[in-house]
């Protein structure tokens, strides 16, 4: 039961850094443009 429990603890783990690391990407890529239009 234990381990069941540390599985599904660390798939829901891995799921969040997957995001954050999108979201992070994401932010990045928005930021560029806005500074891109900003600098034009």
Do not use: Q
């Not at 039961?1 to 799921?15: H, R």
Request: glycine share 10%; charged share 10%.
């Amino acid at each position: 039961m234990a381990g069941n429990d540390i599985k599904a603890a660390t798939e829901t783990y891995n799921g969040f850094v997957k995001a954050a690391t999108w979201g992070t990407v994401f932010c990045v890529v928005v930021a560029a443009i806005v500074v891109g239009l900003i600098a034009s």
